[in-house]
């Protein structure tokens, strides 16, 4: 029976040969429970791997550039920028994005998200509790 070791930060290997009967590969997950005084580790599939779309170069080029920008715009809007139409509709094609809103992703888009979150803050923007002080903010 093959053995392993527990390391320092409570990692231990998979030996080969069971890697290999489970069919685990690299980053999979596995649900670790107690019976009794024995771990027991069930992989898990989260969501089925769905083929990876084919990328030149150059649109692997473009999801790095998409990635980064989606990832400051996530952390913050305000001053992020918006991707091109070749980095949004790349990052659809990965799923890194939702080809439905693709737009929302784009420079012109978050251009006008900026602005409005600028308009906000400066108190350019008024909000009403009632429709009533909306109508009577209306008519002022």
Do not use: C, N
């Not at 093959?2 to 080969?16: C, D, R, S, Y």
């Not at 083929?51 to 980064?68: C, D, I, N, V």
């Not at 929302?104 to 509790?129: L, M, N, P, V, Y």
Request: proline share 6%; no cysteine.
């Amino acid at each position: 029976m093959p053995l392993t070791i527990i390391g320092p930060k409570h990692q231990i290997t998979i030996p080969k040969e069971v890697f290999a009967k489970l069919k685990l590969q690299v980053r999979d997950y596995l649900e670790a429970t107690v019976e009794g005084r024995k771990i027991v580790l069930i992989p898990k599939r989260l969501t089925e791997k769905a083929p990876s779309p084919r990328l030149s170069s150059a649109e692997q080029r473009l999801l790095t550039k998409a990635h980064a920008k989606i990832e400051q715009i996530q952390k913050d809007l305000t001053k992020a920028k918006g991707l091109t139409p070749a980095e949004a509709k790349v990052a659809a094609k990965v799923g890194l994005i939702d080809p439905g809103q693709l737009y929302w992703w784009t420079e012109a888009w978050q251009k006008g998200e900026r602005e409005a979150d600028a308009e906000i803050r400066e108190g350019r923007i008024k909000s009403f509790e009632r429709i009533q002080d909306f109508l009577q903010d209306l008519r002022s």
